[in-house]
C-alpha cells in the first residue's frame, strides 16, 4: 500500500502501511540488526518513529491530500520490542487543522510494547518540482 507521498526515511526503516482508512491506520516493521540497541531490542528511537508515522497516517486517512506535521507526542514503553512489529493508529478527534491521535505498537504475540498520544497539524502540500511521485513537496506551515 502507498504512503500517498515519498518519504525516504520510512523507506529507509523498511515500515510497510497496511492500512489507511476511516481514521486508522496500521503499519508493520521487521527491524533490521542497525535499528537495534545494546540490549540487542528494537531502539526506542525507530519506535517513536513508527508510532508517529502511524499517528500521523491516522490523522490523514480522512483527507489523504493534506499533510500533518507533528506538535507534540509522548510516548510510554511498556516491554522490550523483539521481532516482527505491527503499529496500529486511531484519530480520536480533528478539528479543522489539528488531529488528535494514539498509537500502540504490538509484537508478534500480540503484546503492547510502545504506546504514544499525538497531536498533528493539518498543512497543504507545495509541490516544488516537477509533478511526479519523486517530486519535493514541501508544506506550508504557517
Known amino acids: 500500500m502507498d504512503f500517498g507521498v515519498a518519504i525516504p526515511f520510512v523507506d529507509h526503516l523498511g515500515f510497510a502501511l497496511t492500512l489507511f482508512e476511516d481514521g486508522r491506520s496500521e503499519l508493520v516493521y521487521?527491524?533490521?540488526p542497525e535499528h537495534l540497541n545494546s540490549f540487542a531490542v528494537t531502539h526506542g528511537?525507530?519506535?517513536m518513529t513508527l508510532l508517529d508515522v502511524t499517528m500521523a497516517l491516522a490523522a490523514r486517512s480522512v483527507q489523504k491530500e493534506m499533510g500533518a506535521v507533528t506538535i507534540e507526542m509522548k510516548t510510554?514503553?511498556?516491554?522490550?520490542a523483539r521481532g516482527p512489529l505491527t503499529a496500529r493508529g486511531?484519530?480520536?478527534?480533528?478539528?479543522?487543522?489539528?488531529?488528535?491521535t494514539e498509537g500502540t505498537v504490538f509484537d508478534a504475540q500480540g503484546k503492547a510494547c510502545a504506546h504514544a498520544t499525538g497531536t498533528f497539524?493539518?498543512?497543504?502540500r507545495?509541490?516544488?518540482g516537477p509533478k511526479?511521485?519523486?517530486?519535493?513537496?514541501?508544506i506550508a506551515t504557517d
Open 45 to 47: 528511537g525507530a519506535l
Open 90 to 100: 486511531h484519530l480520536m478527534h480533528r478539528t479543522a487543522t489539528m488531529a488528535f
Open 30 to 32: 521487521e527491524p533490521r
Open 121 to 124: 497539524k493539518f498543512v497543504r
Open 126 to 128: 507545495l509541490v516544488t
Open 76 to 80: 510510554s514503553f511498556m516491554q522490550p
Open 132 to 138: 511526479s511521485a519523486n517530486a519535493l513537496q514541501a
